[in-house]
């Protein structure tokens, strides 16, 4: 089957966060927007059908979750990742960031520390500081334009830490960490009692030539590593807010199931589910076709860099759909940065400055979109440069 990843589809009036939300974000409802994490593709027809035929029973109720949803995402690591986890080690919660915030508040004490590796998704501090743990900050160290982690200062950071929030592939940054370095991570875990709660929302999401290892799975299953994933960034479903953890010590998984009940946490969406499902079973055609267009664009996007905005270095992305560009070269503060994408070159990026101080003077850019939408955003940045530069004379 072919799908047609050129196609414009509006979204315009749909209550679409990165569509209707363009004029409070950015102060103008015309910018072209390459910010919020969903792409501008049609889910797999499989997802579209499954949601259609639920549609057509008229009654939405109170749903469980059934026994072909956990067949579902147990089919889908072990296809597609080569792990085998167990029924009972998954807990089903809507969204990864809520999941991320019952795990901290469920296996650490307020007062205690949690370690994150920013420039990171940002979420990371505020799942930290507002849950009144001690956030603590495992810099990633750049080495030769890409990034990697400082395992000095980690084990450093580990020893006064309860947990670590890992994000695998690394959003913003684009890296796909390697066996290696996971190991390493492991064994400062281990010597540490460190709990490690890893984000794997995007281990779908990987360009050619790099491999995605699921960390849990190169793990003793008696280690305290909770595995977060989700169908919602690989088919295009956020908004359907449906995600997974994968909890194999019995312990922790019974805290963070009481967690979540005592926010009430339990009650499925009958939308949700089916989509879900429908992803995971019948997806993998669609993601292998998405990955090659998503390639492309990348490279693209890299090829006009290097010629006509040199200015402004791509980072070598090596997973997700979110590109992470290096704007220092312009000489801009963060301020003047985020107003000059917005008002001289019409485009919504996401500030690196959001991502933590590491990431000023960096901006992030969704690719999931169109390519000739993306070329006609990289056309507007030369047109605006080439302006501002004529206007310094």
């Known amino acids: 089957m072919s799908y047609d990843f050129d196609r414009e589809i509006g979204r315009d009036g749909t209550f679409s966060t990165k569509y209707d939300g363009r004029e409070i974000t950015f102060n103008r409802p015309d910018i072209i927007p390459l910010w919020v994490a969903d792409m501008d593709f049609a889910a797999p027809p499989a997802v579209t059908e499954a949601l259609v035929k639920r549609a057509t029973h008229p009654v939405y109720g109170y749903t469980q979750f059934p026994d072909s949803l956990y067949e579902s995402l147990i089919y889908w690591l072990k296809s597609r990742h080569g792990w085998q986890i167990a029924r009972e080690w998954i807990v089903f919660c809507p969204g990864v960031v809520p999941s991320l915030s019952a795990s901290v508040l469920a296996l650490s004490k307020p007062g205690e520390a949690v370690i994150v590796q920013p420039p990171v998704y940002y979420p990371f501090f505020s799942v930290v500081k507002r ?16 990034y990697g982690m400082d395992f000095a200062d980690l084990a450093r950071q580990a020893a006064s830490a309860r947990m670590l929030l890992f994000c695998s592939p690394h959003n913003p940054v684009g890296r796909v960490w390697s066996r290696s370095e996971l190991e390493k991570l492991l064994d400062i875990t281990r010597q540490y009692n460190l709990i490690v709660v890893s984000d794997e929302i995007h281990a779908d999401l990987i360009y050619p030539g790099n491999k995605h290892h699921i960390l849990a799975d190169l793990a003793d299953s008696s280690e305290a590593i909770i595995t977060a994933v989700a169908p919602s960034k ?3 479903i956020p908004g359907l807010n449906l995600s997974a953890l994968i909890i194999p010590d019995p312990q922790h998984r019974a805290a963070i199931r009481d967690q979540l009940e005592m926010i009430h946490i339990s009650a499925a969406n009958p939308f949700s589910i089916v989509a879900f499902e429908a992803a995971y079973r019948a997806g993998g055609e669609w993601l292998d076709a998405l990955m090659a ?4 664009s990348r490279e693209m996007v890299q090829h006009y860099l290097a010629e006509y905005l040199p200015q402004i270095r791509l980072i070598p992305s090596q997973g997700t759909y979110l590109l992470w560009l290096d704007c220092r070269e312009l000489g801009m503060t963060d301020d003047e940065l985020k107003q000059f994408f917005i008002f001289e070159a019409g485009i919504g990026l996401n500030a690196g400055i959001s991502y933590g101080r590491e990431g000023s003077g960096f901006m992030r850019m969704n690719i999931g979109a169109p390519r000739h939408r993306i070329r006609q955003a990289l056309n507007s940045i030369r047109s605006a440069l080439e ?4 206007n310094s004379f």
């Open 387 to 390: 302006r501002t530069k004529n």
């Open 234 to 236: 690989t088919f295009n």
């Open 131 to 146: 849950t009144g743990r001690k956030l603590l900050n495992n810099v990633l160290q750049q080495e030769q334009g890409s």
């Open 293 to 296: 267009y998503l390639e492309s």
